[in-house]
T-cell receptor, first 114, second 115 residues
Framework: GDSVTQMEGPVTLSEEAFLTINCTYT??????LFWYVQYPGEGLQLLLK?????DKGSNKGFEATYRKETTSFHLEKGSVQVSDSAVYFC?????????????FGKGTHLIIQP | EAEVAQSPRYKITEKSQAVAFWCDPI?????LYWYRQILGQGPELLVQ????????DSQLPKDRFSAERLKGVDSTLKIQPAELGDSAMYLC?????????????FGQGTRLTVV
């Protein structure tokens, strides 16, 4: 079945550091890929997405490129801020027969220190 | 701003009791999802509705869990009887249409504790 593997946390960085959170996936079809963010006490929010190979999703300084050859969708940001502290989830949607529910990774807790 | 409404936010119940969660999706959203998120894990899809019809319930433990969306709008997820292992966050999400680039919007969830 489909699965998503992302790097274990917590990841602790200093403000203005470069961020990479690795994500790889396994899917039988051609999935769409997503990064969601969850702030404390809140629901999940879509951060960015890519629907086909070589697409780059970007939002709020974050970006990720859909790499079909390496089945990866790594999240990057050039300069993190304290406000980026949250849990980040990589996810895929492999549409089959109208069912397009998301398969999530376990999440990576990001802590940014001032 | 439109949002997915869930209630209650928190629920404590004794094992073997029945418990129900309610979700009201964003107006006009035909697709509704229920996910379960165990602490420290990613959400896991339990059931997906398209209007009032179930599209996918392959991961729903049907011996104790049931879900309905009778009029294709709001939805109820029920657990009977609750077990200690059901303690988790239950998230509802909705999306506008069944299309590849459609974003799913999540509610704030119901945190269930079974004692």
């Amino acid at each position: 079945g489909d699965s998503v593997t992302q790097m274990e946390g917590p990841v602790t960085l200093s403000e203005e550091a470069f961020l990479t959170i690795n994500c790889t996936y396994t899917a039988t079809g051609y999935p769409s890929l997503f990064w969601y963010v969850q702030y404390p006490g809140e629901g999940l929010q879509l951060l960015l997405k890519a629907t086909k190979a070589d697409d780059k999703g970007s939002n709020k300084g974050f970006e990720a490129t859909y790499r079909k050859e390496t089945t990866s969708f790594h999240l990057e940001k050039g300069s993190v801020q304290v406000s980026d502290s949250a849990v980040y989830f990589c996810a895929l949607s492999d549409r089959r027969g109208g069912a397009d529910g998301l398969t999530f990774g376990k999440g990576t807790h990001l802590i940014i220190q001032p | 701003e439109a949002e997915v409404a869930q209630s209650p936010r928190y629920k404590i119940t004794e094992k073997s009791q029945a418990v129900a969660f309610w979700c009201d999706p964003i107006s006009g959203h035909a697709t509704l999802y229920w996910y379960r998120q165990i602490l420290g894990q990613g959400p896991e899809l339990l059931v997906q509705f398209q209007d009032e019809s179930v599209v996918d319930d392959s991961q729903l433990p049907k011996d104790r869990f049931s879900a309905e969306r009778l009029k294709g709008v709001d939805s109820t997820l029920k657990i009977q009887p609750a077990e200690l292992g059901d303690s988790a966050m239950y998230l509802c999400a909705s999306s506008l249409v069944d299309r590849e680039d459609t974003e799913a919007f999540f509610g704030q969830g119901t945190r269930l504790t079974v004692v």
